[in-house]
């Protein structure tokens, strides 16, 4: 089976969570068969709870959001200093947006821009309804029941997290990726 490991990462103080989904990409429907969040790891520690995982899963692919406060970049600087070389990058394309890239000008992990989440949120949206998404995780439901539209975006309703939905926004980008057609051979 092939995997992908999607990743947001928080600083370990007790309040957002570091929170990840695996999501068994072999055929579909996609299904998360494991989820993690935890809102204590600092992330040194939490990159290697994500290396021991994500090589369970036959070296899954890793997606890590580097958006807060170089908490994600931190958290993928650590999981490659633990050799793990399967992290998927990225990389800007001007008005095309962002896209997977294998190129040396590419970043580490994906860097959420109102173009990538819009486009998550709303293909993620189709897999769910579609059933094309299976969801298995109590907390990631819940999550998803409390992310809610707000002006031009979504986001998790007040006093609620989205950490681990976050996490599904951005493997519903990647499902609109040619690199990712081109490793399942299925155009989602």
Known sequence: ?????????????GLDYSAFSVIDITEM????????????????EYAEIVNRIARLYNR??????????????????C???????????TESK??????????????RGIRCTVTTKHMGCSILKLLVEQYQLIINDFHTIEELSRFSKKNNSYQAEPGCHDDLVMG????????DQQFFREMTDINT
């Open 168 to 175: 599904l926004v951005h493997f519903a980008w990647l499902t």
């Open 29 to 44: 429907p996609y299904r998360q068969i494991c989820a993690f969040r935890n809102n204590q790891v600092p992330p040194a």
């Open 79 to 89: 999981l490659y200093e633990l050799e793990y070389d399967n992290i998927l990058h």
């Open 94 to 107: 001007g008005r095309a947006g962002k896209t997977i890239s294998l190129s040396g000008r590419a970043e």
């Open 1 to 13: 089976h092939q995997y992908v490991l999607v990743a947001d990462s928080s600083q370990g103080k």
């Open 60 to 77: 899954a692919s890793v997606l890590g959001e580097t958006n807060e406060a170089g908490l994600g970049h931190q958290m993928l600087d």
